[in-house]
Structures are given as structure tokens and as C-alpha cells.
């Protein structure tokens, strides 16, 4: 098996007047923390709404390969089937149902064909725990703020068994704490094996956190890197913004 668990391989998608994306190649390794960045209208969104079915196959030119398979996905839910679970920068959740609606909300445990609320608020708090939270899961999501809407998103990706989660822009509404509880929790996913694509601009975060770090530019692929010590913040934004910048 290939030591890429997704493989997008040049993806163009065009809007009336725009190319967003331009032969992008996008690859990412098993298990690891992968940070995509850009200024803002690179493409990064774009990207990741092809990788989830939000653009469905045939609105773009390309090829799909996750877990060495060729994908074409006409849905959101196409992805998520196979473990592709994607956490926009909008969250999707319904501030007037509870957390453990919300959580397996279109994925309902069911028996005997009817909803087993007994079991679904019990796997929610399972869910919250495994992040480190204890929550009373019969509590509207308005009742909460955005860091742990944030979580709760998380959750919902747990209890679809991802494999590969995407972020994007996750902590722009974050504060500080909240930001930093957030990229824990992704580390901690890491040791269990699950694989993250985190879509940021926030610097000191990427270094914090990236194993490998992609810069798009204009809707073009600019650069792979490791992470390592020798990456500055000044080299991603040359690379970002295209040119020498100083001080
Ligand atoms: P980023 O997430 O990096 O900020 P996006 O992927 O959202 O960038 O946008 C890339 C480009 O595609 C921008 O020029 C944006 O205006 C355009 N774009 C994105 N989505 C649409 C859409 N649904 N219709 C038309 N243009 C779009
Ligand atoms: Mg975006």
C-alpha cells in the first residue's frame, strides 16, 4: 500500500470567470497532520469541497485516489461513507437541537427502525469524553460558544469513523485557548491514527502542529514541504504571497 492515504492529482475547477484551481496536486500521508495554507481566494476551500463531493465528480477535472482507490463522489455523503469527513468554516450544527442530536444527526443509531435515544446521548458522551469533555449532551448547541461548537463538530466526525478529517479554518473564530485546545485535540487524534488536513493562516499554529505544510497560490500548487526546524514564518509567506518580503 501507497504511504499516501489521499491522493489528488490535477484538479482543475473552474466558476464563470474564475479558475479557482489550476492543476493542483494535493498528496497526503497516512497518520499525519498535513497544513494547507494560502491567502485568502487561493483555492484552499475550493480544494477540499472537491475532496468531499461538495463539487461533485464532473464539476472538476482530475482524479481522486484515497486508500489507493479511484473515488467519484456525487455527495457529501459519498466521502464521509469512506471516512472523508470534512468541518467547514461555517458549522453546520443546529443551534436549537440538543448535542447528542447534533452529533448523530443523519446518522441516528436506530433499533427496530426506531431511534435509540438511550444509546445515542450515552455514545455521544462516550464521543466527548474520548476529546477530554464532559458534557450534558441534552443541552442545546446554542446554549454553548464556538470553541466548544468546534469540538462538538469533532465529535460528530468520531462517531462517523473518520479517517481523515478536514479542518478549515477552525481556529479563525477561536480564541487563544480555545485555539490551542483545538490543535491539542488534533495531536491527540493523531496518536489514534487518524489523519488531518487543517486548512489555517495562522502561522505559528502550522508550525506548531504540520508535519508536512502545502502553499497554494492563485489556485496553483506552490510547494510541498517536511516541517522542520529550518522552516520560518518568513519562507511560507514568500512562498504564499510570491515574492522576497522584508521587514
Ligand atoms: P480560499 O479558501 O483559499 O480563501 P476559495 O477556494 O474559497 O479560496 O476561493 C478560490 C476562488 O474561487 C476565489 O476567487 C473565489 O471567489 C472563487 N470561488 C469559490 N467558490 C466559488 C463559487 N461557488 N462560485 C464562484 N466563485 C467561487
Ligand atoms: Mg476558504
Redesign the pocket.
Known amino acids: 500500500m501507497s504511504e499516501y492515504i489521499l491522493e489528488m492529482k490535477n484538479i482543475t475547477?473552474e466558476?464563470?470567470?474564475?479558475k479557482?484551481?489550476d492543476k493542483v496536486n494535493f498528496k497526503v500521508k497516512k497518520g499525519e497532520i498535513h497544513c494547507l495554507i494560502?491567502?485568502?481566494?487561493?483555492?484552499?476551500?475550493?480544494?477540499?469541497?472537491v475532496l468531499s463531493g461538495f463539487h461533485k465528480y464532473g464539476s472538476y477535472d482530475g482524479e481522486i485516489i484515497f486508500e489507493g482507490e479511484k473515488q467519484q463522489f456525487n455527495s457529501i455523503y459519498d466521502s464521509e461513507k469512506i471516512g472523508i469527513i470534512t468541518i467547514y468554516q461555517e458549522l453546520a450544527l443546529i443551534p436549537e437541537l440538543t448535542i447528542y442530536e447534533n452529533i448523530f444527526l443523519g446518522h441516528e443509531i436506530k433499533n427496530k427502525g426506531m431511534i435509540d435515544w438511550n444509546k445515542t446521548t450515552s455514545e455521544s458522551e462516550k464521543v466527548l469524553k474520548k476529546l477530554g469533555y464532559e458534557l450534558d449532551t441534552s443541552k442545546k448547541i446554542k446554549d454553548f460558544g464556538v470553541g466548544i461548537q468546534q469540538i462538538i463538530e469533532i465529535a460528530k466526525a468520531l462517531s462517523k469513523n473518520v479517517k481523515l478529517l478536514v479542518l478549515?479554518?477552525p481556529t479563525s473564530s477561536l480564541n487563544e485557548t480555545d485555539s490551542e485546545n483545538l490543535l491539542r485535540i488534533v495531536k491527540e487524534l493523531k496518536k489514534q491514527g487518524i489523519t488531518s488536513i487543517l486548512?489555517s493562516h495562522k502561522l505559528n499554529e502550522i508550525l506548531e502542529v504540520a508535519d508536512t505544510i502545502t502553499i497554494?497560490r492563485d489556485?496553483l500548487t506552490i510547494k510541498t514541504i517536511e516541517n522542520n526546524e529550518n522552516i520560518t514564518e518568513n519562507e511560507i509567506i514568500k512562498h504564499m504571497v510570491g515574492r522576497e518580503i522584508t521587514d
Request: aromatic share 4%; charged share 25%.
Open positions: 475547477k466558476f464563470p470567470g474564475v479557482a484551481l494560502g491567502e485568502n481566494g487561493s483555492g484552499k476551500s475550493t480544494l477540499m469541497k478549515d479554518e486548512i497554494l489556485g
